[in-house]
């Protein structure tokens, strides 16, 4: 009985001493608050440190980022007017409109000679169209992105697309480091692009040069007068093309295509390698050096032109040659319907060809045909 | 006799004084396999116009201040201008295409900072292995010379020479031969250009005025300048105005044999008519861009 009683004293207490546990561990603060509740959300310049444009006419002067909050229209005059460097402008998908009924104005226009500007992702849209004859009318802007009198530099332009401009496109001048990579030009009565740099990007239905830079390459460029359709220093990848100009010119030309019609050079430079010029009545492919090219033309141009041609294959359906170089051909084919196939001071392992014509006419023959 | 000589001074100043003052229109074409182009010359007192009067496309428009020398080049397709001074319209210095930055011509001495407190001198470059002679680079002044090419078989006995291309860019040159004839009424003299087996004949006159070639584009373009670029400046330069020029293939001839005879033509000037007459241009609509014209920038940038 005894030992009895003393279980049940004891199991009372380990009883007691578990429950005086749990309620110290579960025990609450003062319920008296600590003092006035604190922001504990970012403020609306930290969540977008960026400044809105809703509206345009719009000045940027003060640098920093900004961005379009929806399209913005002109009836008059430039949409936004960069004037200050170090800006950084997001067009977000949205378009810059001008309703002018006579071409005037810039679409993005850039104070004399600023520094450190980034533009991208947008729309600058106007009225200017082509006749299909090359006469280029509307209204509108009449620059798409371009500057007032010195140009700017450290500038880059991405993912942008102009188009109905009465005069340029997209004009940054070529003399410090300013990029266009990504962005479009349609259907603008002068130049296209103009920078220092081009990359993969495409200006057609130009009245005047389509795509001109230092540096242009995985470029398209479409001039429809007698204005070139790639003008560089180095042109890679790219593909020219001119109504009565040259399709491609530039000093150094890889893997590129140009074309034209009329009296134009499809490619003309000082060294021309993997490339295909064509041509109407003047020259397919001319220049100094002529490595693995095809030249085409179509009446009493060339095929290909050069001082000196390895591996290359020039062609005439008329009564141009095919190929003429002015000192070795090597390894070269040149075919004529009427005029020269191949005509050559040296020709060394060289085929030439014609319907009526002359098929070899060589000064010095090293087992050519 | 002192009378005489002041009459034919008087006469041949008159003779230079007309011949240096034509004032008219000069109506040509320039044929380019199936393409003709027409062209009118429009000569006033102080200017010179050049345009091309097949209206199917809108053709850029040529104006030359003859005084200044001044071109404006203007683009009736979307009613713009440019000006050309005088050196920027005469293509005898191509311009730089776009600028490249400049590569420096020697490495910099040293790359990073120098003299700095602590700093170890930079390792002195190892000298060049001695090889074995024959095998690699060869330091000092031991390297064996290269040995001489095998004789050609048969050479002193009829082999030909190498032969020597003819050089890089060639001078192409204007060059009288001496040949005249009258054309139109005018004393013509005959000029030859040869290049890349193309020769051009031209028959020029002095007795209207230095020519202008007509330009689509601003001119002075790099890379090589072909024939059909080149010689109207050329010409130009001479003061003399053609009224007939012919561009045609000529192929190379084979050692010892005669040049083969011209081909075909390549392309032709020739002037149809020349009418002296008065031009006015009283209110500039003729040698002045029309004053909705926007000025562009020329070329390059």
């Not at chain 2, 006799?1 to 109506?27: E, K, N, P, W």
């Not at chain 2, 209206?55 to 200044?68: G, L, W």
């Not at chain 2, 700095?116 to 470059?125: H, R, T, W």
Request: net charge neutral.
């Amino acid at each position: 009985m005894k030992i009895k009683s003393a279980f049940q004293i004891a199991v009372v207490m380990v009883t007691v001493l578990s429950f005086a546990q749990s309620s110290k561990c579960f025990a609450q603060g003062s319920l008296t608050p600590p003092g006035a509740p604190t922001p504990a959300m970012k403020t609306l310049s930290q969540v977008e440190p960026r400044t809105p444009i809703s509206s345009a006419p719009f000045t940027i002067t003060q640098p920093g980022a900004y961005y379009l909050t929806t399209n913005v229209m002109v009836s008059s005059g430039n949409g936004i007017t960069i004037a200050t460097n170090g800006v950084a402008l997001d067009l977000d998908g949205f378009t810059i409109f001008s309703s002018a009924a006579l071409a005037n104005g810039i679409g993005i226009s850039i104070n004399s000679g600023l520094r450190n500007i980034t533009i991208a992702n947008g729309f600058i849209q106007s009225g200017v169209t082509n006749n299909g004859s090359g006469v280029y009318s509307g209204g509108g802007f009449s620059y798409g992105i371009y500057y007032t009198t010195i140009p700017p530099g450290n500038v880059l332009i991405s993912h942008v697309s102009v188009s109905g401009s009465q005069y340029y496109g997209i004009f940054l001048g070529i003399g410090d480091s300013t990029v266009v990579e990504s962005c479009t030009v349609r259907t603008v009565g002068s130049y296209g692009i103009i920078s220092s740099v081009v990359k993969q990007s495409s200006a057609t239905d130009c009245g005047g040069i389509a795509i001109y830079g230092a540096q242009i390459c995985d470029c398209q460029g479409r001039s429809s007068t007698s204005s070139d359709g790639i003008y560089g220093s180095v042109a890679q990848n790219c593909y020219g093309s001119s109504a009565g100009g040259s399709g491609v010119y530039a000093t150094t030309v890889q893997n590129c295509l140009g074309t034209t019609g009329g009296t134009g050079s499809g490619i003309s430079g000082t060294t021309i390698q993997n490339s295909y010029g064509s041509s109407i009545n003047g020259y397919g492919i001319v220049c100094y050096n002529a490595d693995n090219c095809f030249g085409t033309c179509n009446g009493s141009g060339y095929g290909i032109s050069a001082d000196a041609a390895q591996n290359c294959y020039g062609y005439c359906s008329g009564s141009g040659g095919g190929v003429s170089v002015s000192s070795i051909a090597n390894g070269c084919i040149g075919y004529s319907y009427s005029g020269t196939g191949l005509s050559a001071f040296i020709a060394n392992v060289c085929l030439g060809e014609t319907g009526t014509g002359t098929g070899l006419s060589v000064t010095y023959n090293v087992n050519s045909h | 006799m002192r009378s005489m000589a002041l009459a034919v001074s008087v006469v041949t100043f008159a003779i230079i004084q007309h011949a240096c003052a034509f004032d008219g229109r000069i109506t040509a074409t320039i044929t380019q396999g199936s393409q003709v182009t027409p062209l009118l010359y429009t000569v006033g007192t102080n200017f010179l116009r050049v345009e091309v009067t097949d209206n199917s496309r809108p053709n850029p428009v040529d104006i030359v201040d003859s005084s200044s020398g001044e071109l404006i080049l203007l683009f009736p397709n979307n009613r713009s201008f440019v000006r050309l001074k005088t050196a920027e319209n005469v293509p005898t210095a191509p311009p730089s295409p776009p600028t490249m930055p400049t590569m420096p011509s020697t490495p910099p001495q040293q790359v990073g900072p120098t003299g700095v407190p602590g700093m170890p001198a930079p390792p002195p470059m190892p000298g060049m292995p001695q090889m074995p002679a024959g095998v690699g680079p060869q330091s000092g002044s031991s390297t064996p010379p290269m040995p001489g090419m095998p004789a050609m078989p048969g050479a002193g006995n009829g082999m030909p020479m190498m032969p020597m291309p003819p050089p890089m860019m060639e001078k192409t040159e204007l060059t009288a031969t001496g040949d005249k004839t009258n054309l139109l009424g005018f004393a013509c003299e005959k000029f030859e250009i040869k290049q890349r087996g193309q020769v051009m004949e031209i028959w020029a006159t002095d007795e209207l005025l230095p020519f202008q070639p007509y330009l689509q584009n601003q001119p002075g373009r790099f890379g090589p300048a072909m024939i059909e670029e080149q010689w109207g400046q050329m010409l130009k330069a001479k003061k003399m105005f053609p009224l007939l020029a012919i561009l045609r293939f000529a192929p190379p001839a084979a050692p010892g044999s005669a040049a083969p005879p011209p081909g075909p033509e390549r392309m032709r000037f020739q002037v149809l008519s020349v009418t002296a007459d008065k031009i006015d241009d009283q209110g500039g609509d003729l040698s002045q861009p029309p004053p909705d014209y926007q000025e562009i920038q020329p070329l390059p940038f």
